[in-house]
Nanobody, 122 residues
Framework: VQLQASGGGLVQAGGSLRLSCAAS????????LAWFRQAPGKEREFVAY????????IYADSVKGRFTISKDNTKKTWYLQMNSLKPDDTAVYYC????????????????WGQGTLVTVSS
């Protein structure tokens, strides 16, 4: 299984970006498809997830109302639409897929993408 994250870049505060995570190698029945992020000098933190089968979503409080996670099962791809970006959103964003464990912990995910850098300037 390979996950390929893309879509990062430099954006001004208040702007938007859309991240994509393209998966190959298997389908993800019963998986959580997630985004995490890691800012410089900080721990990796949960951002959002969506379930492959039903499309249920959960967001971190810090991104609620600004970020939207979605998926396209036919393309085996999930997305993170990020609006009203803030400098605090600057981080490397990782996509991940997993089935067990705590949804907001890295240990709950088996497969990881390589990360894509998002930089928000003030």
């Amino acid at each position: 299984v390979q996950l390929q994250a893309s879509g990062g870049g430099l954006v001004q505060a208040g702007g938007s970006l859309r991240l994509s995570c393209a998966a190959s190698g298997r389908t993800f029945n019963n998986y959580r498809l997630a985004w995490f992020r890691q800012a410089p000098g900080k721990e990796r933190e949960f951002v959002a997830y969506i379930t492959w089968n039903v499309g249920s979503t959960i967001y971190a409080d810090s991104v609620k109302g600004r970020f939207t996670i979605s998926k396209d099962n036919t393309k085996k791809t999930w997305y993170l639409q990020m609006n009203s970006l803030k400098p605090d959103d600057t981080a490397v964003y990782y996509c991940a897929a997993g089935t067990s464990g705590l949804y907001d912990r890295s240990t709950g995910y088996r497969y990881w993408g390589q990360g894509t850098l998002v930089t928000v300037s003030s």
